[in-house]
């Protein structure tokens, strides 16, 4: 098993920044593949950003790119997504992921999930 904790949303302006972070309980967090989803009201979750064991290796939804950046430090267990330049279709909430594979870009390859960190973006 994997816990994983969100933190760092809230409410900014649009334009405005915001650095997530999420935090995982396991000895073995460098043996998992990790992805922030994010899912708005009356849709369907997404893929946001996914990043592979090592964090050689990233992948970014074609709206978030050149905007968000994935991040992970394997000896703090902790990945991060720093988000600029934010709209308000980016107003969500985000979910931090874990996978077994090296890397993957869909839900159904994830294995453990977090409670969800609500974003709001604001115009």
């Known amino acids: 098993q994997v816990q994983l904790v969100e933190s760092g949303g809230g409410l900014v302006q649009a334009g405005g920044s915001l650095r997530l972070s999420c935090v995982a309980a396991t000895r073995t967090f460098g043996s998992y593949g990790m992805g922030w989803f994010r899912q708005a009201p009356g849709k369907e979750r997404e893929l946001v950003a996914a990043?592979?064991?090592?964090?050689?290796?990233?992948y970014y939804a074609d709206s978030v790119k050149g905007r968000f950046t994935i991040s992970r430090d394997n000896a703090k267990k902790t990945v991060f997504l720093q988000m600029n330049s934010l709209k308000p279709e980016d107003t969500a909430l985000y979910y931090c992921a874990a996978t077994v594979k090296a890397v993957a870009n869909i839900p159904n390859e994830y294995h453990y999930w977090g409670q969800g960190t609500q974003v709001t973006v604001s115009s």
């Open positions: 990043i592979s064991l090592s964090g050689g290796r990233t």
